[in-house]
């Protein structure tokens, strides 16, 4: 079994902002594959791929800086590595539509990502990050960087953001498929 872990905020206020490309990746695979919201599990809405490779598909509510107690849950509950886990989250770092799927390494700051890594007691969980900064870069930090992620998209973005999201999906089902290292080859450029 695996588990596709989207973190975001729940809440519909929340549902449209940068912080929440995760959740909206996780969606897009739960509409492409048919998988019904099952209800809430280690905290997180989620729903199950059957079949000779399941796969979990889990959107913790548990807010952002928390997503880790969910991680450890389905690990523990389900035996799964956390090579077995695939987290997918905003990243202020990367320009607006890239992807960039790592097999592990630091949070480099990502408060969500960090909670997981502290969570599963290793850096070595499969990642996909995705690029949310405007042309012109990112806000530099604190509280202005906090209002930038909670922020919903502009309009002049909305098509760039549908479209990495159906690429993140895509990414996903590569690595669900073939494993990070072809999926990375595929869609880290």
């Given amino acids: ?9 729940p809440g519909e206020e ?3 902002t940068r912080h929440n490309v995760g959740f909206r990746v996780v969606e897009e695979l739960a509409r492409r594959w048919e998988v019904p919201a099952a209800g ?3 905290n997180a809405l989620v729903g199950l791929r059957p079949g ?16 880790g107690w969910s991680a450890r849950c389905f690990a523990e509950r389900h035996g799964l590595d956390p090579a077995a886990v695939l987290v997918i989250y905003d990243e202020v770092n990367l ?3 890239k992807l960039r799927l790592r097999r592990g390494g630091s949070p480099a700051g ?11 007691r290793t850096a070595e969980i499969p990642r996909l990050r995705l690029g949310v900064a405007p042309e012109e870069g990112k806000p530099a930090g604190g509280e202005e960087l906090v209002d930038f992620v909670l922020s919903p998209f502009a309009a002049e973005e909305r098509e760039a953001v549908e479209e990495m999201i159906r690429r993140a999906a895509d990414a996903c089902e590569a690595w669900v498929r073939e ?5 990375m080859g595929r869609f880290n450029g």
Wanted: charged share 25%; aromatic share 4%; proline share 6%.
């Fill in 40 to 42: 809430l599990e280690c």
């Fill in 95 to 97: 320009p607006l539509g």
């Fill in 52 to 67: 000779e490779d399941p796969v979990l598909l889990a959107r913790p509510q548990t807010y952002m800086n928390r997503s």
């Fill in 179 to 183: 494993g990070i290292d072809a999926a």
């Fill in 1 to 9: 079994m695996r588990l596709i872990l989207g973190l975001g905020n």
């Fill in 110 to 120: 990502h408060r969500g990502l960090e909670s997981v890594i502290e969570n599963l």
């Fill in 14 to 16: 929340y549902r449209d």
